[in-house]
């Protein structure tokens, strides 16, 4: 069944915009005008003629939103997969899932979804072998179910819980603070912080936390966040009186974030080089007063010169252990002494490894190291000195993470997954090096039917890349099978197998799903993700459309079979890759993507993404952004492969404007049949805190869309 042209009726009256066209294509796509603007870049003028989509609240673009949104359901509602697929998404997604717990006072806190419930809720465990008990439940706070849960902290006597909601998706988070005993809040608010960072004082009586300047009134989901300041808030006190500690760094481009010192007498506070991502590290003695904590004296300089990543991750008796990349790109880990920071004076605890440092942590008087070997988990444990204490057992290849805690814990707790077993949590024994489950949860389906394997393969300047591939046991390699091809691929982010509830569900249609493991992650340490930043960003999409071909010559799949999808900084490789290579794909799901690359450090957070991508202010780095750049990519004309962009009308990391404007654009340069539409959410944000029913209707739209365009039905 054709999609429906442009005509009377519902959609036609969503046009605000304006008037249909006469049919040039099959598919006619709602009026999106054509403005006169235009920027100068460094002597060269480039056209932005949907700048007007850059404002979500405009009449104009709330009209354009309702008619994308009509035509999209106007489509999906043609797949008679899409109910059966939304049925089958819901019953593989009920089944009980546990977040990583957290140790303080004697009590495990742990947050809990039962299956279907919108968002997880928050339980403690009095003791050793006691049941849960239910503290906080987000789900009673909306009645769609779009307040999240998004953090939350206990007190380090475990009688209170500092915890943070979001709104709508939203990255501005509210924290509270509640009593354990009762489940009682008590009165104080924090409402300028974003993303989270924070931490009790050591003696309970309040929280360090990133503050942020409020944003003009109505800007909240667009305004250029400022970096942020770390302030005390007292408890009992009006968050207008919190005490300033460590003011935001001055030199544009710097910020900065913080972490507190074993003893609670100290801030480290970690100054940040946005265009390098390197940092420099600061130790500011902290004092406590009648009023709260304060800052006494200077910042001490440990670590300078922004020549390195340098991070704290324990310190004892004026001895500071720090992760680093200096002189070792994949990391090692030093002791460095407060007073005497000078780095011939430096010892190594850990050397720099084969495998690439992803994580480190001091827990129970030992530290313990996360290490990815290929793209697959590895944690080695050392004591403070730096001496061999062995490998952590883990139940298998895949993806672990968690390790955390305090020095007199003698347990940790961490997760394990792969691409066919969702994360289950385990108790680690420090002591005996021996994991039990914490609370194992029943499934829907047999992991066992499945398989990954991981190959290797040349991208186009002959790096060798790794890649998962996961199908159902038995899967033919006709040259004709499905494929869904996902990546990332920046940030030092590692892409290493993890469990997904829509990718189960695409596996059980037989499809095949690729992996790759592209440079500008994390999986072999810094040189692998600069190899994919700025100037050298275009390796990433090399990695990926290297995949593609890969996936095609070795007889799994063909472009018409295949599909690519990415979500934010994924989304701009997606869209990067179609614009590029557009014959190569059957279709595209570029999602919450960053697809403006001249203007996308002038909203929110961005600013903060410069030294992946560079901005269009330095003129070498326009350039190389100017090639890629989706937006200004797209060749009329041309024939794009089916796309489906997602995203939210209240997504204030990545604001939607980006796939507003790659959409209308994208539409306008269709000259091929196949369909470039749009899914826009509303009252939902970058992902996180995403409910649980809205989660499932977006993934059923998504496979719905795959299974028309790739010819599954």
């Known amino acids: ?72 359901e106007s489509y ?66 909306s009645s769609d179910g779009t307040v999240a849960l998004m953090s939350y902290v206990p007190s380090p006597d475990g009688t209170l819980v500092a915890y943070s909601l979001s709104d709508g998706g939203s990255d501005w988070r509210t924290w509270k603070v509640r009593r354990v005993a009762d489940g009682q809040d008590l009165a104080d608010t924090l409402t300028r912080n974003k993303f989270g960072a924070l931490a009790w004082a050591a003696d309970g009586s309040g929280l360090f936390y990133a503050r942020y300047d409020a944003p003009p009134p109505g800007e909240a989901l667009q305004a250029r966040n400022a970096p942020p300041d770390v302030c005390f808030h007292r408890l009992g006190s009006d968050e207008g009186a919190d005490v300033l500690i460590a003011r935001r760094p001055a030199a544009e481009g710097r910020s900065q974030s913080f972490r507190l010192s074993e003893d609670g007498t100290a801030l480290f506070q970690v100054v940040l080089d946005v265009a390098s991502r390197k940092n420099e590290l600061y130790r500011l003695p902290l004092a406590r007063v009648e009023t709260g904590w304060i800052a006494t004296g200077a910042s001490e300089p440990l670590v300078q010169g922004f020549d390195a990543r340098t991070f704290p991750i324990g ?122 489950p914490f609370r194992p949860a029943a499934l829907r389906f047999d992991p066992a039917d499945y398989e990954t394997e991981q190959v290797f393969y040349a991208s186009q300047d002959g790096t060798r890349v790794p890649m998962f591939l996961t199908r159902k046991k038995g899967l033919a390699r006709d040259g004709a099978c499905p494929t869904y091809l996902y990546g990332y691929g920046g940030f030092g982010i590692s892409i290493t197998p993890s469990f997904s509830v829509p990718n189960l569900a695409w596996l059980e249609l037989g499809g095949l799903l690729a992996i790759p493991c592209l440079r500008g992650g994390g999986e072999y340490g810094e040189a692998w993700h600069e190899a994919g930043t700025k100037l050298a960003k275009q390796n990433v999409f090399d990695d990926f459309i290297a995949a593609a071909e890969w996936l095609v010559a070795s007889g799994w799949t063909r472009p018409d079979r295949l599909a690519i999808g990415g979500r934010s900084n994924g989304g701009l490789l997606v869209g990067a890759c179609l614009t590029q290579r557009p014959e190569l794909y059957g279709a595209a799901l570029p999602a919450v993507g960053v697809l403006d690359m001249l203007r996308y450090h002038r909203f929110t957070i961005g600013w903060a993404w410069a030294g992946d991508y560079g901005t269009a202010d330095d003129p070498a780095q326009y350039r190389a952004l100017r090639a890629y750049s989706p937006l200004h990519n797209l060749r009329p004309g041309t024939r794009y492969p089916a796309t489906l962009v997602t995203t939210a009308d209240h997504d204030d990391r990545v604001v939607p404007a980006h796939s507003f404007k790659f959409a209308a654009a994208l539409q306008a340069a269709q000259e091929g049949p196949a369909p470039t539409l749009i899914r826009i959410d509303t009252r939902a944000g970058h992902g996180a805190g995403k409910p649980t029913t809205m989660a499932i209707e977006e993934a059923a739209d998504c496979l719905a869309f795959l299974v028309r365009e790739l010819g599954l039905e």
Not at 12 to 41: I, K, S
Not at 379 to 386: K, L, S
């Open 1 to 72: 069944m054709m999609p429906p042209r442009c005509r009377s009726g519902l959609l036609l009256a969503l046009l605000a915009l304006g008037a249909c066209e006469a049919p040039r294509r099959a598919w006619e796509y709602p009026a999106a005008a054509r403005e006169a603007v235009v920027d100068e870049y460094h002597g060269e003028r480039v056209p932005d003629p949907y700048r007007w989509l850059e404002d979500p609240d405009a009449a104009a673009t709330r009209a354009w939103i309702e008619a994308e949104n009509a035509l999209t």
């Open 315 to 436: 310190d004892e008796g004026g001895v500071v252990w720090c992760q680093t990349d200096l002189g070792a790109t994949r990391g090692r880990i030093v002791a460095l002494e407060v007073g005497r920071p000078e780095r011939a004076r430096w010892r190594e605890l850990v050397p720099e490894a084969a495998e690439a440092i992803q994580g480190a942590d001091e827990v129970g008087g030992r530290l313990l190291v996360e290490y990815l070997k290929d793209a697959r988990s590895l944690v080695r444990q050392f004591a403070t000195d730096g001496a061999p204490l062995g490998e952590v057992a883990l139940p298998g290849i895949g993806t672990a993470g968690g390790f955390g805690g305090d020095r007199e814990d003698g347990t940790t707790f961490y997760s394990f997954t792969n691409a066919t077993q969702p994360a289950a949590i385990h108790r680690l024994d420090l002591g005996s090096g021996t994991s039990t």
């Open 76 to 141: 999906l509602a043609t797949i008679p997969a899409r109910e059966g697929l939304r049925q089958r998404l819901t019953e593989l997604w009920d089944f009980e899932r546990t977040e990583l717990p957290v140790q303080e006072g004697g009590r495990v806190f742990f947050r809990k979804n039962d299956g279907l419930q919108n968002q997880a809720a928050l339980f403690v465990i009095e003791s050793e072998g006691g049941e849960p008990r239910l503290l906080l439940d987000p789900n009673a706070l």
